[in-house]
């Protein structure tokens, strides 16, 4: 099904031309109609299927529409957990809105930076994209005002709960009007993504889209057997060996993820850590040098990988396996994508290869894996 049966205007259909963007996923071919016609949606399906622009096409050509009318104040507010995530999604409602020919205004607020010059840039805002925190900061100093607000997204609305922002969100939308379209998007479905669907949705479309093993079998995944003591030595033997030009390594530990970078640094490795504990600039550096390759190793815990989507991304490394198995495929789910092969590895201790066996169980799929000892 091409994108010009789905509803969209002439205009965003040359946007989506002129970014390569050729047939749409299965989340966009079910969302985007039900967007249009101004429905309620749950949306459950892997990082890395389209989402984002599920929402962000519909949205712009709704608020094309509206804003032939009025103009006053935001009506579109989206939520997420993660600066890096704001600032991704704010990207591509800027991307497509460029091409319209009203102008359609996007702010994305966060913390970890000044709120003064936010606060200055609200004026004419059509789209708020913020993380809970930032936003009642906002709300609480006067400086916006989310009554008049018509369209509420929450993305990534697993990891917003996750994280424990719960009490941040019953605030907001208490705060928000009781007629409203809302919109709900998340990479799993589980108990505490129920309780908030019963609150906020009224009648949705509910668009389930499976994980698909095909996008697994994109992705080579090798594990080794190694002391927790080798990893780091080892690692720079992966990197050196395959001559890895770009490659994403995992730690489940700010203090792990600065450990790594500061001896991959004093071996002359180029790398860089991506974590909650630096600062917004160092991190959106990191990653936008990572991404144009003048970064060679990027090293991030679970919460950062959220707001890296790059394409034909050709490694990651799990420097440490992570606590949960979704979050294991949503680390190796950063290669493998747009049908790109990737490589997935992981440097597995003696203690932690019980839980490598649940994390294989829990995805359905055996990796092979080789003793580190008996290869160097």
């Known amino acids: 099904m091409p994108f010009t049966s789905l509803g969209l205007s002439e205009t965003l259909i040359k946007a989506l031309i002129n970014q ?16 249009l016609d101004k429905k309620d949606v749950l949306g459950i399906a892997k990082t890395g299927s389209g989402k984002t622009a599920s929402y962000v096409l519909p949205l712009l050509m709704n608020l094309q529409q509206k804003l032939k009318i009025k103009n006053r104040h935001a009506d579109v507010l989206v939520l997420v957990p993660t600066r890096e995530l704001a600032e991704q999604v704010k990207d591509v409602f800027q991307v497509f809105s460029q091409a319209l020919p009203e102008r359609i205004k996007t702010l994305a607020v966060y913390g970890g930076v000044s709120i003064n010059p936010q606060m200055m ?11 809970p925190g930032r936003l009642l900061e906002l709300i609480n100093s006067n400086a916006v005002d989310i009554s008049g607000i018509e369209t509420l ?10 994280l424990g922002f719960q009490e941040e969100l ?20 589980n108990d505490d993504l129920r309780n908030i669907e019963q609150i906020l949705l009224h009648d949705p479309v509910v668009i389930k889209i499976e994980q698909e093993e095909a996008s697994l079998d ?15 030595p080892f690692l720079r033997y992966l990197i050196e060996h395959h001559e890895m030009k770009q490659v994403l390594v995992f730690a489940s530990s700010v203090s792990t993820a600065d450990a790594i970078v500061n001896k991959l640094r004093k071996n002359n490795f180029n790398a860089k850590a991506i974590h909650s504990k630096k600062s917004q600039g ?13 970064v060679r190793i990027l090293v991030a815990t679970d919460l950062m990988a959220r707001g890296i989507d790059i394409s034909d991304l050709p490694f990651v490394i799990n420097y440490e396996l992570p606590r949960s198995p979704k979050d294991y495929i949503h680390r190796i789910g950063r290669t493998g994508r747009a049908g790109s092969a990737g490589e997935a590895i992981s440097l597995v201790s003696q203690d932690e290869l019980h839980h490598f066996e649940v994390i294989q169980k829990k995805m359905g799929k055996q990796v092979n894996i080789i003793d580190a000892e008996n290869i160097r």
């Not at 840039?121 to 993380?131: E, H, I, K, S």
């Not at 994109?218 to 780091?232: D, F, T, V, W």
């Not at 160092?282 to 003048?294: E, M, P, V």
Request: aromatic residues 4%.
């Open 20 to 35: 390569k963007f050729t047939i749409p996923t299965p989340i966009q071919i079910a969302a985007i109609p039900a967007i």
């Open 218 to 232: 994109l992705i080579n995944q090798i594990a080794y057997i190694i002391s927790k003591e080798g990893k780091g």
């Open 282 to 294: 160092a991190r959106t550096d990191a990653l936008i040098q990572f991404k144009s390759g003048s």
């Open 170 to 189: 019953n605030r907001i939308i208490s705060l928000l009007p009781l007629k409203r379209q809302n919109i709900l998007l998340s990479a799993t479905l």
């Open 153 to 162: 997204v929450l993305d990534e609305a697993d990891k917003l709960l996750n």
């Open 121 to 131: 840039a609200l004026q004419g805002v059509n789209v708020l994209v913020a993380t």
